[in-house]
């Protein structure tokens, strides 16, 4: 089955899924790119994807963040494409046997604090995370 998003994205394998949807790698027809692209029912009791793209946009060009490449309604679907980061923060745990040196906790702890700081996030995200 052939999927293109947003005009320009081709949706590819699965590979992820939780309580928000489905993660799919996909790829920009025009210039091969690879991109991550997150689908949520449009009829999802707790719609989250919106929101997020809404961050997304307002942390756009952080260390980490993902790129917003689209946002939309298609069809029963709420669709996300943002950059194809690499490995999850779980992966590289689990890769490091789930013990993280403290170097590593201090960097993440740095770059969660720089994210949570942020002006335009401080309603947004709760203070004891």
């Known amino acids: 089955m052939d999927h293109t998003v947003g005009g320009k994205f081709k949706l590819g394998r699965k590979i992820g899924s939780g309580s928000f949807g489905e993660l799919y790698l996909g790829v920009n027809i025009q210039s091969g790119e690879e991109v991550a692209i997150k689908l949520e029912p449009v009829k999802t009791r707790h719609p989250q994807l919106h929101y997020e ?8 060009g952080g260390t980490g963040i993902p790129n917003l490449k689209w946002f939309g309604v298609e069809g029963e679907y709420n669709i996300m494409v943002i950059d194809l980061l690499g490995p999850s923060l779980e992966d590289l745990f689990n890769y490091c046997n789930r013990k993280f040196t403290l170097k590593t906790v201090l960097m993440l702890a740095d770059q969660l604090v720089s994210v949570h700081s942020h002006s335009s996030l401080k309603c947004k995200i709760p203070h004891n995370i």
Request: net charge positive; aromatic share 12%; glycine share 0%.
């Open 53 to 60: 793209s809404k961050i997304y946009r307002l942390l756009q």
